[in-house]
């Protein structure tokens, strides 16, 4: 092997002298050459993002998949530069477990049928929680590893460089400072004064142009700011429609439990059974085939809804609420709403608390409390 020597010998003594250097800063036996405040600062603010971009990574990760397991194998494919396998959410494995105990115990059941439903919103929850964390992770934790890895990187390998031609500088001062002292006492020649000013003059050449690219990169820290402001918005949003989504899957399958334990429980019929689950939110009109309603069901809820219309009874606590969500009307008792729009809502004695009767202009039937916000 083609050892070069003399550099070894050469790099050897630099790394030397400075560490003699340092040691004597921090003994307080040697002077040491101050950073600009300027750069001082802005020091400080990098390692302060640094620190804080650091910290909010590992926490989101934890909150995105708790499972240390789970990390560990992302990091391993991260750093083998291949895709990691699709992985089945817990609501979903917790969804495909409820279809097949619904096969076994029969889909046509009262359990059964309510085991579909369960199921199908679980599924329908684990897809919204995969592509929530799809998009964190592509919007909002790869920039913060980016900067991690990247920039942050280019900054320490600037400022180490920038220390190392600090200590260099100063060494030169000190040199010259004691061929000052020694040509006073006529031990020293002119051109060892001579010499140590040059090199003191080209140590502060390098150690101002290495402070000046130093500088740059470290101003640069304000548009990682920005940046990481734009991904902090986009990991809020995903995350409000995240759990916008999961908010209205579940009041879908609290209303279907509802009207499945109002089926059961109803009168005059003999052989009531849970309705098929099918969601408001994924229809566009009346209930499909799919979706079969007993029709003593049907028929039971009309002459409720005309014989309370007809009697007139006492209305409570008329109020103006507003539609949350789109709602498509099931069957004649009920009435069909529009996100955003305006209605009149009140109740009636005896009524399932979990309903109002609401008007629109002159429309009239149940609408679910649960897609309304009351007004004062």
Known sequence: MDFNVKKLASDAGVFFTRAVQFTEEKLGQAEKTELDPHLENLITRADCTKNWTEKILKQTEVLLQPNPSARIEEFIYDKLDKKLPSRTTNAELLGQYMLEAAIEFGPETPYGKTLITVGEYQKRLGGAEREFLHTSAATFLSPLRNFLEGDWRTISKERRLLENRRLDLDICKARLKKAKQA?????????????????????????????????????????????????????AEAQATYYAQCHHYMQDLQRELNRCANAVSAPHSSASVCPNPVSPAFLSGPASSG???????????????????????????ARKARVLYDYDAHDTSELSLLADELITVYTVPGMDPDWLIGERGNEKGKVPVTYLELLS
């Open 291 to 317: 979706a079969t309603v007993p029709s003593s069901s049907s028929s039971s809820q009309k002459p409720v809804t005309l014989a309370m219309e007809q009697s007139q009874l006492p209305i409570t606590g």
């Open 183 to 235: 040509e006073a006492k006529a031990a020293l020649l002119s051109e060892e004064v001579d010499k140590a000013e040059h090199e003191l003059r080209v140590a502060q050449t390098e150690f101002d142009r290495q402070a000046e690219v130093t500088r740059l990169l470290l101003e640069g820290i304000s548009s990682t700011h920005l940046n990481h402001l734009r991904c902090l918005q986009d990991f």
